[in-house]
């Protein structure tokens, strides 16, 4: 699965909070490879990020659940990955957001 998506850190994978700093949204292209998710500035970029890195978020283990909590956005899904990083995502429409979240929990 890939797609257009934007994506908030909100929790370091050492469980601490992400810093003002890097709490910004920003646009992705988001690939699912190998049960790691991508997260490319377009789809032209080869994946050339280590995985591990906020920008290739390892999946084993990963819990995706829709943020019915955040408000301040629509279609947003909440994903909370082995080492206790988390992270927020938008999608452009429920259907989707509900696609990414069921791909990511089924892989
Ligand atoms: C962040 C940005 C985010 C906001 C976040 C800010 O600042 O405004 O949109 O999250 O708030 O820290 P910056 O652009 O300087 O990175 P929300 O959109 O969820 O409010 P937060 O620190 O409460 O997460």
């Given at each position: 699965m890939q797609g257009y998506v934007m994506r908030k850190c909100c929790v370091e994978s050492d469980g601490k909070r992400t810093p003002f700093m890097r709490r910004g949204w920003k646009a992705y292209y988001a690939s699912l490879r190998d049960m790691v998710l991508y997260l490319q500035k377009n789809d032209q970029q080869p994946a050339t990020i280590l995985v591990g890195d906020t920008n290739a978020i390892r999946l084993h283990h990963a819990f995706a659940q829709e943020a019915?909590?955040?408000?301040?956005?629509?279609?947003v899904f909440r994903l909370k990955t082995a080492d206790w990083a988390e992270y927020l995502f938008q999608t452009s429409d429920n259907d989707l957001m509900k696609k990414w979240i069921d791909t990511i929990n089924l892989i």
């Open positions: 019915t909590d955040y408000r301040k956005r629509q279609h």
